[in-house]
């Protein structure tokens, strides 16, 4: 059965950096346009980047500028580095398809950026 399992997150100062992993395995992984979700305390999981089966990202206006999603196909692996951390980046980060499918969350990967 298809899996995405997160890793990477964890305790950073504000201005810092942090990569985070997507790995997938049992599906066809190329096949989909994929994401990278957050929920921060006490909001909404919203979806702060994207990338295209062919490459093309998208971004949230809070993180443009701050935050790079790319996937390595061969890998099966989506990545998003995180720059310039900020404490309004601190939440459970999760990947998905882009849209999600309701079966394919994991566990997430918890960011706590400290000020």
């Known amino acids: 059965q298809a899996r995405l399992v997160e890793s990477g997150g964890g305790l950073v100062q504000a201005g810092g950096s942090l990569r985070l992993s997507c790995a997938a395995s049992?599906?066809?992984?190329?096949?989909?346009?994929m994401g990278w979700y957050r929920q921060a305390p006490g909001k909404q999981r919203e979806l702060v980047a994207g990338?295209?089966?062919?490459?093309?990202?998208n971004y949230a206006d809070s993180v443009k500028g701050r935050f790079t999603i790319s996937r390595d196909n061969a890998k099966n692996t989506v990545y998003l580095q995180m720059n310039r951390l900020n404490s309004e980046d601190t939440g459970v980060y999760y990947c998905?398809?882009?849209?999600?499918?309701?079966?394919?969350w994991g566990q997430g990967t918890q960011v706590t950026v400290s000020s």
């Open positions: 998905n398809m882009n849209p999600p499918l309701r079966g394919f």
């Open positions: 049992g599906s066809a992984f190329n096949m989909y346009n």
């Open positions: 990338i295209t089966t062919g490459g093309g990202t």
